[in-house]
């Protein structure tokens, strides 16, 4: 299994444009979670899924937007990126009646 | 308002020495705690629930909740275990805050 994968690896982008951050997982994990971690700070949860076609806000969802259609993926999309954007996103998974979450290896986004 | 202070973000010490990483929490219901480890260049994983009440890599942590605290100990440190470790209450659900972090450094 490769567990939890995201692409890009790194990204710069220009204030104002729009990308969508990838992340699938082959665990059949119905929840899923989106989170961001600027520099010296702990892990911000931005959105979460806990099944196919079901999300919610978290703690900063603002600027974002994402999407459940299938179990596998759950994209994070950036509408008009900012400055304040930049950060490094981790996506998570888990399995519905377990607590461990399995973590991607990050995105690095630039906002320039 | 659930919180997850760790107060130190940076700790050093000398290998085969014990090592305590704190952890502070806020929460009005019944908590449940996490040690997260991010190895330099590896993954975020779980290291510990506090639930589990189980040893891992030789660090144990103990909630108590009269001083809300699970800090994390390790009698003997060893270099392996340099890393940045994470905090966590599970809230609502299907959340989990995290504290912003400790970076371990164990010199030789």
């Known amino acids: 299994n490769a567990g939890v994968t995201q692409t890009p690896k790194f990204r710069i982008l220009k204030i104002g444009q729009s990308m969508t951050l990838q992340c699938t997982q082959d665990?059949?994990?119905?929840?899923m979670y989106w989170y961001r971690q600027d520099p010296g700070m702990g892990l911000k949860l931005i959105y979460y899924?806990?099944?196919?076609?079901?999300?919610d806000k978290g703690e900063v969802p603002n600027g974002y937007n994402v999407s459940r259609s299938t179990t596998e993926d759950f994209p994070l999309r950036l509408e008009l990126a900012a400055p304040s954007q930049t950060s490094v996103y981790f996506c998570?998974?888990?399995?519905?009646?377990?607590?461990?979450?399995?973590f991607g290896p990050g995105t690095r986004l630039l906002v320039l | 308002a659930q919180r997850v202070t760790q107060p130190e973000k940076l700790l050093s010490v000398f290998k085969g020495a014990p090592v305590e990483l704190k952890c502070n929490y806020s929460?009005?219901?019944?908590?449940?705690l996490f040690w997260y480890v991010q190895y330099s260049r590896q993954r975020l994983q779980l290291l510990l629930r506090?639930?589990s009440r189980e040893s891992i890599k030789g660090f144990t942590a103990d909630l108590n909740k009269g001083e809300t605290s699970f800090h994390l100990k390790k009698p003997f440190a060893q270099e392996e275990d340099s890393a940045m470790y994470y905090c966590?209450?599970?809230?609502?659900?299907?959340?989990?805050?995290f504290g912003e972090g400790t970076q371990l450094t164990v010199n030789p």
């Open positions: 506090h639930i």
């Open positions: 966590a209450l599970k809230t609502s659900g299907s959340r989990l805050t």
């Open positions: 665990m059949n994990h119905n929840y």
């Open positions: 998570a998974s888990r399995e519905t009646l377990r607590e461990t979450q399995y």
């Open positions: 929460y009005s219901g019944s908590p449940e």
């Open positions: 899924s806990v099944g196919a076609g079901i999300t």
